[in-house]
Nanobody, 125 residues
């Protein structure tokens, strides 16, 4: 199980950008499927992306439409989520998740056993 430390959230104006980070010092992230989820107030948890283990590729949810970019720096044991052209509806708590065996086909949050503490993103003018 990974122990993530998340950072990078904050208050940003519509149209701005943020990069969220999720560090798991000393871990080999190549062995894990790593996802990003978010949960807005009053809404269900929503999958954003999943980076497949062994560098097999990245899957994005349909709503992403190019505004979200997930990446991984194995040397730093850190994953990132860059969000561009932020919209009011992007306001949510964002979580990084990981699991050795979850896969990325369904991106079901229940399949991931390691969770970051969450970082708040607030988009407001």
């Amino acid at each position: 199980q990974l122990h993530f430390v998340e950072s990078g959230g904050g208050l940003v104006q519509p149209g701005g950008s943020l990069r969220l980070s999720c560090a798991a010092p000393g871990s080999n992230l190549d062995d894990y499927d790593i996802g990003w989820f978010r949960q807005a107030p009053g809404k269900e948890r929503e999958a954003i992306s999943c980076i497949m283990k062994k560098r097999l590729g990245t899957v994005y949810a349909a709503f992403v439409k190019g505004r979200f970019t997930a990446s991984r720096d194995n040397a730093k044991s850190t994953v990132y989520l860059e969000i561009d052209d932020l919209k009011l509806e992007d306001t949510a708590i964002y979580y990084c998740v990981a699991d050795r065996f979850a896969g990325c086909r369904t991106m079901d949050h229940r399949a991931y056993t390691s969770w970051g503490q969450g970082t708040q993103v607030t988009v407001s003018s």
